[in-house]
């Protein structure tokens, strides 16, 4: 980036016992509150309990810490988080809540980093004031209690914006190999946040006031640290002999889910019912061999999907344009999109979110950040590559599909200005003409109005904790708590056909036939087209119908009877469900 000019403050790189204090004073509180936050969640059955993504991180570190450092297959996932939890596993044994309580302090340290950044972007005060906004904002310690890549994204974003500010001030070699590292640990983090990168490097490539082989020489040395990070993985990826893909061959399959035909620019499983991390690679690779008649590598299965992907926008261009505003939308709303925990289920049991979420939250971060890039309007020679930033990963984003988590990397950047703009409003106010005051509170209360607009994604998101915390506690064996983790999330959302499949089977073998077979019998109704739910409901009648013939042969003929007329209600009902798909 290039030099700070006359506005930025140059003040705000001098120590002082003010300054120090004051970061201090974040480091603190964003501290202080999530480990609290921790805490309050120790008695809650999810707590330390990996669910989704997280149970598919957990079980890799695991694999990692015991020896498996290089794995057999090209990597799905985004590896450095992993990699990462392998690593502390290994050092402090495979315990999710030691990961969680390092998060915090890595979490704490991202605020810390912020308000450094912004003290240089920006002004001490509107530093201070983004470092404590993201000390309290609800959505980032929720994701530094999970385990999740969603925190170290924050905090590598958080790392490049300190180093970025850094960079104004003192260009160092050693500095610009660090922004390289970075990026590149943010591509194998969230594989678009690469897009970060761009508005750097134009930065320091149109940095006027270097001569043109210092500014080509600060380029090449932070590509160098780009490769440096990204090249491992690219190594080991090809050294398996499935061909070559830098980092993951998820990208395919994610770009179609999101841009198909019908889409609504939230996560749909590419086979219906199969939304578990579990099924994501077998699934699209089966579908991408089936239509291409041969078996497939990773990267041609990736590669499949992408045109698949191509040809259905090609198909309807205006109902894609369509789908694209509604991405939009879903990106810029205070909506916290989950897709295996949710914040609101999580508030319920820690009074820290439960605190904060109602006030501070998407809606009123970004009508601040809006507000602090009208107060910095006149700096938009220093502001442009934070604004590119802002813009180029939310197209990222959207390209795919939307989900809260995807755009926790915007948190800091929105930070920085909502920072600006409750330092400098007032004044900035005073100083305008009635025309530009009028204008900045249409602009403001237009934002607040938009991000706050009453969106319905299908469904009600605050089943998904419950189910899949019903999920993660059946693979366990405790069959009790997995079915009032089930009942939960059937509450929260009768017509889920999954939800009533999972209660059913774990109700059944639990002994509790009646309301087994209601359930189940119910998920067949709900979701008969789903193959998974007709074959495991089928698989049920067979087992309850085995248990029926050795209980008659045992002499329990009450009991006989039982899971005799569950397996044939069971068989009714799919039989019923066959004749009306014919």
Same mark, same amino acid.
Not at 272 to 279: I, V
Not at 476 to 483: L, S
């Given at each position: 980036?290039?030099?700070?000019?006359?506005?930025?403050?140059?003040?705000?790189?001098?120590?002082? !016992?003010?300054?120090?204090?004051?970061?201090?004073?974040?480091?603190?509180?964003?501290?202080?509150?999530?480990?609290?936050?921790?805490?309050?969640?120790?008695?809650?059955?999810?707590?330390?309990?990996?669910?989704?993504?997280? *149970?598919?991180?957990?079980?890799?570190?695991? !694999?990692?810490?015991?020896?498996?450092?290089?794995?057999?297959?090209?990597?799905?996932?985004?590896?450095?988080?992993?990699?990462?939890?392998?690593?502390?596993?290994?050092?402090?044994?495979?315990?999710?809540?030691?990961?969680?309580?390092?998060?915090?302090?890595?979490?704490?340290?991202?605020?810390?980093?912020?308000?450094?950044?912004?003290?240089?972007?920006?002004?001490?005060?509107?530093?201070?004031?983004?470092?404590?906004?993201?000390?309290?904002?609800?959505?980032?310690?929720?994701?530094?209690?999970?385990?999740?890549?969603?925190?170290?994204?924050?905090?590598?974003?958080?790392?490049?914006?300190?180093?970025?500010?850094?960079?104004?001030?003192?260009?160092?070699?050693?500095?610009?190999?660090?922004?390289?590292?970075?990026?590149?640990?943010?591509?194998?983090? *969230?594989?678009?946040?690469?897009?970060?990168?761009?508005?750097?490097?134009?930065?320091?490539?149109?940095?006027?006031?270097?001569?043109?082989?210092?500014?080509?020489?600060?380029?090449?040395?932070?590509?160098?640290?780009?490769?440096?990070?990204?090249?491992?993985?690219?190594?080991?990826?090809?050294?398996?002999? !499935? $061909?070559?893909?830098?980092?993951?061959?998820?990208?395919?399959?994610?770009?179609?889910? $999101?841009?198909?035909?019908?889409?609504?620019?939230?996560?749909?499983?590419?086979?219906?019912?199969?939304?578990?991390?579990?099924?994501?690679?077998?699934?699209?690779?089966?579908?991408?061999?089936?239509?291409?008649?041969?078996?497939?590598?990773?990267?041609?299965?990736?590669?499949?999907?992408?045109?698949?992907?191509?040809?259905?926008?090609?198909?309807?261009?205006?109902?894609?344009?369509?789908?694209?505003?509604?991405?939009?939308?879903?990106?810029?709303?205070?909506?916290?999109?989950?897709?295996?925990?949710?914040?609101?289920?999580?508030?319920?049991?820690?009074?820290?979110?439960?605190?904060?979420?109602?006030?501070? %939250?998407?809606?009123?971060?970004?009508?601040?950040?809006?507000?602090?890039?009208?107060?910095?309007?006149? %700096?938009?020679?220093?502001?442009?590559?934070?604004?590119?930033?802002?813009?180029?990963?939310?197209?990222?984003?959207?390209?795919?599909?939307?989900?809260?988590?995807?755009?926790?990397?915007?948190?800091?950047?929105?930070?920085?200005?909502?920072?600006?703009?409750?330092?400098?409003?007032?004044?900035?106010?005073?100083?305008?003409?009635?025309?530009?005051?009028?204008?900045?509170?249409?602009?403001?209360?237009?934002?607040?109005?938009?991000?706050?607009?009453?969106?319905?994604?299908?469904?009600?998101?605050?089943?998904?904790? %419950?189910?899949?915390?019903?999920?993660?506690?059946?693979?366990?064996?405790?069959?009790?708590?997995?079915?009032?983790?089930?009942?939960?999330?059937?509450?929260?959302?009768?017509?889920?056909?999954?939800?009533?499949?999972?209660?059913?089977?774990?109700?059944?073998?639990?002994?509790?036939?009646?309301?087994?077979?209601?359930?189940?019998?119910?998920?067949?109704?709900?979701?008969?087209?789903?193959?998974?739910?007709?074959?495991?409901?089928?698989?049920?009648?067979?087992?309850?119908?085995?248990?029926?013939?050795?209980?008659?042969?045992?002499?329990?003929?009450?009991?006989?009877?039982?899971?005799?007329?569950?397996?044939?209600?069971?068989?009714?009902?799919?039989?019923?469900?066959?004749?009306?798909?014919?």
């Amino acid at each position: 980036m290039t030099e700070p000019r006359a506005s930025a403050p140059a003040q705000a790189d001098a120590p002082g !016992e003010a300054r120090w204090a004051a970061l201090a004073g974040v480091f603190g509180l964003a501290l202080g509150l999530r480990l609290v936050h921790l805490a309050l969640l120790r008695d809650a059955p999810f707590f330390a309990m990996p669910m989704g993504d997280g *149970r598919v991180f957990d079980a890799w570190a695991r !694999e990692l810490a015991a020896g498996d450092w290089i794995g057999t297959e090209v990597f799905f996932q985004a590896p450095l988080y992993p990699y990462l939890l392998g690593v502390l596993y290994r050092v402090g044994g495979a315990e999710p809540a030691l990961a969680l309580l390092v998060q915090s302090v890595l979490g704490a340290l991202g605020c810390v980093l912020l308000a450094a950044a912004g003290a240089r972007l920006m002004g001490r005060g509107a530093g201070t004031a983004a470092g404590l906004l993201l000390a309290c904002y609800p959505a980032a310690i929720f994701y530094d209690g999970l385990i999740q890549k969603a925190s170290l994204a924050l905090v590598g974003v958080c790392a490049l914006l300190f180093v970025a500010s850094r960079l104004r001030v003192r260009p160092t070699a050693l500095g610009f190999v660090g922004m390289g590292l970075l990026l590149g640990g943010l591509a194998l983090t *969230r594989e678009n946040a690469v897009v970060l990168g761009v508005p750097l490097l134009l930065a320091i490539a149109l940095d006027d006031r270097a001569r043109p082989v210092r500014r080509a020489g600060a380029v090449a040395l932070v590509l160098a640290g780009m490769i440096a990070m990204v090249l491992p993985a690219a190594v080991r990826n090809a050294t398996l002999g !499935e $061909g070559f893909v830098v980092s993951t061959s998820n990208l395919g399959p994610n770009l179609y889910i $999101g841009n198909q035909r019908g889409a609504d620019g939230l996560y749909t499983p590419l086979v219906p019912g199969r939304s578990s991390p579990d099924y994501e690679r077998a699934d699209a690779t089966a579908i991408a061999e089936e239509r291409l008649g041969r078996a497939a590598t990773p990267g041609e299965v990736s590669a499949f999907w992408v045109s698949e992907a191509r040809s259905e926008i090609a198909a309807d261009p205006a109902g894609w344009i369509v789908l694209m505003g509604r991405k939009l939308l879903l990106l810029h709303n205070r909506l916290e999109i989950g897709d295996t925990e949710d914040l609101s289920t999580f508030a319920e049991v820690s009074p820290v979110l439960g605190a904060f979420a109602p006030w501070l %939250h998407f809606g009123t971060l970004l009508p601040l950040a809006v507000l602090g890039v009208w107060v910095r309007r006149r %700096h938009l020679a220093d502001d442009w590559p934070l604004l590119a930033m802002l813009a180029l990963y939310g197209a990222s984003v959207a390209a795919f599909f939307v989900m809260g988590r995807f755009r926790m990397p915007w948190v800091p950047l929105l930070a920085l200005f909502a920072g600006a703009g409750l330092v400098g409003a007032r004044a900035a106010l005073g100083e305008a003409g009635p025309r530009a005051r009028i204008a900045a509170v249409v602009l403001v209360a237009g934002v607040a109005v938009a991000a706050n607009w009453p969106l319905a994604p299908r469904g009600d998101s605050r089943f998904l904790a %419950h189910y899949n915390l019903g999920a993660a506690l059946a693979e366990r064996g405790d069959t009790q708590a997995a079915i009032t983790a089930f009942q939960r999330a059937a509450d929260a959302a009768p017509h889920a056909a999954e939800v009533r499949y999972n209660l059913g089977v774990n109700q059944a073998r639990a002994g509790r036939l009646a309301d087994g077979t209601r359930n189940l019998a119910e998920a067949v109704r709900l979701g008969s087209e789903q193959p998974m739910i007709r074959d495991g409901v089928a698989q049920m009648a067979r087992i309850l119908g085995e248990q029926a013939r050795a209980a008659a042969a045992e002499g329990r003929r009450g009991q006989a009877r039982a899971l005799a007329n569950a397996s044939d209600a069971l068989t009714r009902e799919l039989t019923a469900a066959a004749e009306q798909t014919r």
